[in-house]
């Protein structure tokens, strides 16, 4: 991939560029250690930060909104006329982490990577251009939760990205292009060159950063194989699920689930809209099936399933990643301290603790 | 609005809400939004201009005041209602009509918590601050499902439980909170002042009581001793089925932490004004007021029940909770709003809902207040279609809306900007975000279009200059401006001119002398309890959350289909059994059962759960048949009954 080194006062030039054919939406900071992703005017263009918290809510509703419409049907000449609504808009994301750049790549496998092609998803993807910055700051950038050290998705995307920015220090920045679409923007004169000694300061820093993570989950592979041998015991899963308070926030924060509902409903004059809708696995609904049974009842049920979705082989081999980038969201939002981190360790230590894990015996 | 996530600065919930939460952002969005005023015709809804809706409700109004008098009206709303809201209704009711006929619809519930406050502490509220539970030693959770009415508290309490402090879970049900318990008393119903004064004596007993504090600031301490004398341990244990050696032990670790936090629900439980005392009374004994990470948390379960009340939608209380019968209170209120104020208590909702005041209320104006579909202690829908007036402000053509004469839109939740008080006293600004669509208004300035077109002299241009009348009106909220609750996540009462920032626990600064008073809790009567040929103890209460008709969930279409689960599983309602039981009867989840009583028998479906102690049998409100079967009583008695009906259960 190409490098290019842009002064620092010059970054925010880039979100310029883009503003020209792209709504473009950046992160800023709110009130007190709140951060948010937002759309760039004229007026909020000088609060862009690129040092900050990872905003709380992933910028997942740019591709998958909470709520989006997708047609509408009215009865006409005695059928149906289907009217879809398609969101055409190009926007640009400066400012993407990038453990969530792996999450929109993993909703890419999901919505795109298979027999079915998501319509609305692609629509909204193909028109989206991704501006990584890598998490240098070690007060700023990392918060107490990261862990995709351990994940394997930051704190530098190596792909799935436009254009990636990483602070130098000393004023500047390096950009490297990962599309034709990121390298374009290499024409213009605020780029220039890199030198082999930038490209080196650009691996020392990183080698340095990845010592600076507070919270490491070191047993995601030891975890990955208990939950896909189903060596997890009950217990542990009873345990997990008497600390879910069935908010959903889990699923709601998390940049890599994928799932959703789709329900009908009346909007006057006969007419009825589709909408689809972020869905949760916490919640008794979800797999509840129209004669009545659910297959997961019981709330520990309910949160096994997050953590299989997550972490079996079998979906790790259809999507060829973890569904989880290690962005620390979900432990977060837990009221029971079950996230993702927590659970790892959990299900560790209590499976790592049975004599049938342990061959060498006396 | 397409969608709301919380702010993780938030000192309360820290960035974690609840699934409602999550989904709050639908109501505004609603497609069957009312758009207009609408006037009932004899053929059906029609829509009117506000000009004529307004007219038409002071004539009406005006009509009914001359000819029957002020108390021929009465103002109901919502504790979802916001403040500003709720303190203009009262004062449309007291200052402009002249009656005291004002209430929230939830008072059956927590009026007792109120009046035992402030009897006690003499602040009706909250004592400490949500965000110090994570500072509590000792935490007691006293008859709530946590993780289902209030997940925000519930994860706060999981979470202290992890970081070590002790957990206390008192409750007829095995809830989720209880799961992580470290004493789960899962006593008997209606023995829960028994176990209260129990553990009372176990503390006076050991000397663990703190007598610095109570001779410092409590009254009434040797009357209370009196009474605890009274009760004995092995004999309390046997009547809750409760382990004595547990109870002592959850007593003795309540005593000797620094500090211990009681929480409790003032929401839709049966709890009688005994077993409220005997709590408030442990925590005098042991000096848990006035102290970091201790107090009483008198939880409510709505947005706004805690700022509603202190806006005096109360049939016997002023805004700020002096009597109606006090003078100079009166009188205070007089000069602010240059009108006479009633001073005899006026009906609350379930007396005017249940025979219309004896026939005297012949009016209601319900703001956001679905009595139809939400109050289980009347039947409402006899009540309003006897009305010669019912004035309804809501967002939706609610069941109750069917009822009235003429209804006024309202906007929605980020449609304007108001305040609410959570239920640690934190008066916090609801900013708006969006425009409301073509037609709705505020509900204040519905309000105020009334007071004028009744000759009121009203002129407030924004929500921010009703807070300012309230800054005056209220004097534990004369600080509570929009300007500086904007500065922060809202500030907590008392937010007074000189404490502007608030008071995260009350006696912050210190506690008067002789501030707080024991209660008296005389033994009670050993509930009649279990025979052979009725062996069972019956609950009536709340059942779990989907089961809250209320306007969010019936607009949330995530929030909808959990609702509809539990309607698809038990289309007839259903009430709980234990695993044990119902094994015991050979009956298995959706069968049915009977329940038979001393007056008479009901068959509904079994729900089958570990949640419910073997030997009692939880009936959801909503099923409100049941009780009326055994009992011959409607389900009022069931919200006011404190003591549990035994029945003998059959499989049907």
């Known amino acids: 991939m190409r490098a290019r080194i842009i002064a620092r006062n010059e970054v925010l030039k880039i979100v310029d560029l883009l503003r020209r054919d792209h709504e473009v939406v950046a992160p800023f900071r709110g009130g007190g250690r709140d951060t948010f992703f937002d759309t760039v005017t004229d007026e909020n263009r000088g609060r862009i930060e690129i040092h900050l918290p990872n905003p709380y809510l992933p910028p997942k509703r740019y591709v998958l909104p909470q709520i989006e419409k997708l047609l509408r049907f009215r009865p006409r000449d005695g059928t149906w006329e289907l009217l879809p609504e398609f969101n055409d808009r190009k926007r640009a994301i400066f400012g993407l982490r ?78 490297v292009a990962g599309t034709p679409a990121g390298e ?73 689930c994928t799932c959703f509902t789709v329900t009908d409903r009346p909007v006057g004059n006969g007419e009825i809209e589709r909408v689809r809708l972020w869905d949760s696995c916490a919640l008794g609904g979800f797999t509840r099936m129209a004669g009545g049974h659910n297959p997961r009842r019981a709330v520990h049920d309910r949160r096994n399933r997050r953590f299989f979705r997550k972490l079996a082989h079998y979906f790790i081999q259809r999507e060829l990643s973890m569904a989880c980038v290690g962005c620390g969201r979900c432990a977060a939002v837990c009221h029971g301290d079950v996230g993702m981190p927590s659970v790892v360790e959990m299900i560790r230590r209590a499976t790592a603790e049975l004599d049938r894990h342990e061959p060498v015996k006396s | ?54 007219e038409f409700v002071a004539r009406r109004m005006r009509d009914i005041r001359d000819w029957h008098g002020a108390d021929a009206l009465a103002f109901f709303n919502s504790p979802r209602c916001s403040n500003e809201e709720s303190y203009l209704l009262q004062k449309l009711a007291r200052a402009v009509v002249g009656t005291n006929n004002v209430e929230h619809g939830t008072g059956v519930y927590c009026n007792n918590s109120i009046d035992t406050l402030l009897e006690m502490i003499g602040h009706p509220a909250t004592t400490n601050s949500v965000g110090e539970l994570s500072e509590s030693e000792v935490l007691v959770v006293d008859g709530v499902d946590l993780g289902m009415q209030l997940p925000t508290i519930g994860g706060r309490v999981i979470r202290a439980r992890l970081n070590g402090a002790k957990l206390i879970v008192v409750d007829a049900r095995r809830q989720r909170v209880a799961e992580q318990a470290d004493f789960f008393l899962q006593l008997r119903p209606g023995t829960r002042a028994l176990l209260y004064g129990a553990m009372a004596k176990v503390i006076v007993d050991r000397g663990l009581m703190n007598l610095p504090f109570i001779k410092s600031h409590c009254r009434n301490y040797e009357a209370f001793l009196e009474a605890v004398r009274q009760y004995d341990l092995l004999a309390v244990a046997e009547c809750c089925g409760v382990p004595a050696e547990r109870i002592e032990a959850a007593a003795v670790a309540y005593a000797q932490a620094k500090s211990a936090a009681i929480l409790y629900s003032t929401g839709v439980a049966a709890r009688g004004r005994g077993s409220t005392r005997a709590l408030v009374n442990l925590a005098l004994l042991t000096g848990n007021i006035g102290r970091r990470g201790g107090g009483i948390f008198a939880l409510t379960e709505h947005n706004n029940l805690q700022g509603t009340c202190d806006m005096g939608m109360l049939p016997d209380r002023l805004p700020g909770y002096c009597p109606v019968g006090d003078e100079a209170a009166r009188r205070r209120l007089e000069i602010l709003w240059k009108a006479r104020v009633p001073e005899t208590p006026g009906l609350d909702a379930q007396r005017v809902f249940d025979n219309a005041g004896g026939g005297q209320v012949r009016g209601v104006w319900l703001l956001r207040y679905d009595p ?11 009540a309003l279609s006897k009305m010669e007036l019912v004035v309804v402000q809501h967002l939706f053509m609610t069941s109750t809306a069917q009822y009235a004469h003429v209804i006024l839109p309202v906007v929605a939740f980020g449609e304007e900007r108001v305040s609410f008080t959570s239920t640690d006293r934190r008066i916090q600004l609801a900013e708006k975000v969006i425009e409301p669509p073509p037609g709705p208004k505020p509900a204040w300035r519905q309000l105020t279009e009334v007071a004028r077109a009744l000759d009121a002299d009203w002129h407030y241009q924004d929500a921010g200059e009703v807070m300012e009348e309230i800054t005056r009106a209220v004097p534990f909220y004369s600080g509570a401006t929009h300007e500086n609750l904007a500065r922060n996540y809202g500030r907590q009462w008392p937010c007074t001119r000189d404490k502007m920032l608030g008071t995260k626990y009350l006696f912050e600064e210190g506690i008067p002398p002789q501030a707080f008073n024991f209660a008296v809790v005389p033994r009670p009567q050993t509930p009649q309890g279990a025979s052979d040929d009725y062996p069972v103890a019956a609950i009536f209460g709340n059942s779990l959350y989907y089961w809250n008709q209320n306007v969010l969930v019936q607009h949330s279409e995530t929030l909808k ?61 909503f099923v409100k048949e049941v009780m009326k079967q055994i009992m011959g009583e409607g389900a009022f008695e069931a919200v006011s009954r404190t003591k549990p009906v035994f029945v003998r259960l059959e499989k049907a």
């Not at chain 2, 079994?606 to 009692?616: D, F, L, N, P």
């Open chain 2, 1 to 54: 609005m397409t969608g709301v996530y919380p702010s993780m600065s938030h000192p309360s919930n820290q960035g974690r809400i609840c699934v409602r939460g999550w989904n709050v952002h639908e109501v505004a969005s609603s497609t069957d939004r009312l758009r207009q005023p609408l006037l009932r015709t004899t053929n059906g809804f029609k829509e009117v201009s506000w000009e004529k809706a307004i």
């Open chain 1, 184 to 256: 374009a923007l290499f024409a213009e004169p605020i780029f220039r060159p890199a030198t082999p000694g930038q490209v080196e300061r650009r691996r020392r820093i990183l080698s340095e950063v990845r010592h600076r993570f507070k919270n490491t989950t070191g047993w995601f592979s030891a975890t990955v194989r208990y939950i896909s041998r189903g060596q997890v015991l009950e217990k542990t899963w009873e345990e997990i699920g008497h600390r879910c308070l069935e908010c959903g926030g889990c699923t709601y924060v998390c940049p890599a």
């Open chain 1, 98 to 175: 990038s453990c969530d750049v792996a999450g929109i790549h993993h909703l890419d496998r999901f919505f795109l990577g298979r027999e079915f092609r998501d319509p609305y998803y692609e629509r909204r993807r193909k028109n989206l251009f991704i501006v990584n910055v890598v998490c240098t700051d070690p007060e700023q950038d990392i918060n107490d939760e990261c862990y995709c050290l351990c994940s394997d998705t930051g704190p530098a995307a190596r792909d799935h990205f436009d254009l990636q920015l990483m602070d130098l220090g000393e004023g500047e920045f390096m950009a």
């Open chain 2, 561 to 621: 289909r959990e609702l509809r689960v539990l309607l698809l599983d038990y289309p007839e309602g259903f009430v709980e059994v234990s695993e044990e039981d119902a094994r015991r009867l050979g009956v298995r989840d959706g069968e049915k059962i009977r329940l038979v009583g001393h007056h008479g028998s009901s068959v509904a479906a079994a729900r089958v759960t570990g949640e419910v102690r073997s030997g009692t049998i939880t009936v959801p409100f």
């Open chain 2, 372 to 382: 139809v579909n939400t109050a289980i202690f009347c039947d409402a829908a006899s």
